[in-house]
């Protein structure tokens, strides 16, 4: 990580929280929350006053963590950096969670609650009195708990690497082989990832037991039978049900699964091949080289200003600044956590976005994704309220995934036109392979944690039957370890638990989005923007209508976007 933050802008000074402060020093942070406690808030003008040096305060904290965390997933292998880190998880962290209830429950019991105005505060109002009613103090040592042994998983996967082509490379850099038009190379380099990766079997079952325990409990400490029901509660998940996940599950089953095992029948076929394998997936069908847009990841974020330039002059403005103060981490390196995201400065209010690039066209769309992310978290940073300048992951994703769709028309930027066109049908191609994905990690999700006390056998049994459920037509004869394994590489199974199901709604909206598109461009990108401004200042459903979507991510929705993909997939 390059930026520097003492020469990023910081247009928002602080009112409350004093300017030099260390904010990794909990006997400096304390006297703000203790005034925040004693303060009087019986009056409106008190409680919005209080509320709003309650946000800048959590604002500075939640950045000195981003910081810590940025620093350390840049560089896993760096001790100081993972000390910083685990100092913070460890010795603020905890505290917050208990200053923070404590804050909480004066807001609820503040008689000026009911004099705030209804339709700028229902949002906070709701968050608020969820937070209090499934908060358990016994419970921070087992959060803090968690974090650190999901940490685990970062680690180990970060330091991986095999011995390929003459030299080391990390499992992401092997993810290039698999667009390689040499069959036997596709071959062999994912059974040595597979086979590097069923090496830490063992190692990887034992952390998610751990995480399945220490989530088990922590439901049970709040009340819950179980962490799938709690973690509903938790991730503010107000206006659906798991029932309605299943909705999902069966309508992705039904609809999408046919047209993703199509277009993998119509794969073989272009291919020659009698069956296709796991390796065969990626790869142009047609045997065309490995499209390799860019080489560095200064060509990949140029190029990415160059396609806003082109869709928006505002959105590729705020890009470039990104670009100039250092935001960005891009190239794939050793020691380098895996995974990409967007992590947001909360009291600069400015976007940092990491990622693993190694050249691909995947990195293309992961770069415009995590650029949608940016662009959410720069519309929405005027908010005075925290809490209103983060939506709810469900329309956050729909940030991202929209971007990916609506900038495919200036791909232009990296790609000859054929490739560009290639790339497009490689994207489409690549939602209809995700959607059956997300049903299959979130029913699994589902599974694992209504099912205590299951073995790891029972577990890998689940894993396959929803590979029977929602899974292609590749053979995995003589692979059978890898398959009953393959979820091992889903990280948001050990860091962040039934955060799943979100991609598979956003994706949806962002395909609404996409077909609002091809009819309006302008229209579509002005829905996309106006969505966006609200940041999480609205229920999850006006969020989607703001941008005039449906919110719903059943049999309606999905049966219609399936037929739309076909006819652009497969046109008869």
Known sequence: MSFDLAVLPREFPRAFVPAKIDLGDWTQIEPLFNELERRPIDTREALERWLLDWSELSAAIRQEGSVRRILMTCQTDDP??????????????????????????RYVQSPARKLLPRERYTVLDRKIENATKIFREENIPLQTQETKTSQKYIKLMGAVTVQFDGREQTLQQMGAYQEDPNREKRQKAWELVAERRLRERDTLNKIYDELIELRQKIARNAGFANFRDYAFSERERFEYTPEDCFAYHEAVERWIVPLMRDLQEARRRRMGLGKLCPWDLSVDPEGHPPMRPFKTGAELSNGAAAI???LDPELASQFRNMIEFSLLDLENRKGKAPGGYQSFLNE????????????????VRTMLHEAGHAFHSLAARTDRLLAYRHAPLEFCEVASMSMELLSAPYWEVFYAKEEAKRARYEHLEGIVKLLPWIARIDAFQHWVYTHPGHAVAERENCWVELYRRFGGIESWDGYESALRNEWHRQLHLFTGPFYYIEYGIAQLGALGLWEQSRKDAKAALQAYRRALALGGSRPLSELFAAAELPFDFGEKTISRMAKTLRAELLPS
């Open 80 to 105: 100081e950096r993972e000390r910083s880190y685990f100092h913070f998880v460890e010795h603020i962290v905890p505290r917050l969670a208990e200053r923070h209830h404590r804050l909480n429950v």
């Open 308 to 310: 806003f330039d082109k």
């Open 348 to 363: 600069h209010r400015l976007p940092f976005i990491f990622m693993n690039a190694v050249g691909l066209s995947n990195d």
